[in-house]
């Protein structure tokens, strides 16, 4: 698949261009925190499926370019060291989770960024390979196919392996070239709130 795919928020101030899109892997996580996320930003339309999983479409960061409206890119975590989870601040929108080392060339976009009118997911990004964190779902989703799910994650792993040795990972959109820092600084949630928000998820769970 040639071409870049548009990336962006559903108010559209904030806009990016995800460039090798057959390079991506599609999995879809079911785990509280990925659901907990999306309580945070108050139920952002159509971001967790009927089993409570996030269709996510990890790809390099290096192959992520913002185009306008950075400075609508917030980010959080709910714990001091946990996954960083950048969202708009306009519409309050996912875009993505990131480590927190940037030494780990990955970024998981989460799929309502990436619908925009007209692109198709599959097309551009292949079907969803993994499906990962099952026991955090609500109900039973299906199993990934293994001989799938374990080409993907070689695959996957691959790719860091070579962004870390051949220092592309350098070359990262949410993180400071110079500094390997997060671009935004993190707003980690206090335990307090993090507990109160897993309360939610698991009311919601029904567990
Ligand atoms: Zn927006
Ligand atoms: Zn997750």
Redesign the pocket.
Known sequence: MSGSHPL???????QALVDHPGRGTRAVCYCRDCQAFAHFLGHPPGMLDAHGGTDIVAVRPRDVRFVQ?FE?LACMSLTPKGTLRWF??????PIGNTARDWKISHVGLVHTALEGEGSDLAAAFGPVRMRVNRQGARGKPEASRPLTFFAAMARYMAGLAWSRVSGKYRANPFFDSATGEPKVQPQVLSLEEHRRLKAEVDAAAGA
């Open positions: 962006r928020c559903r108010c559209g101030k904030f409206g609508q708009t601040r306009c519409c309050r929108t």
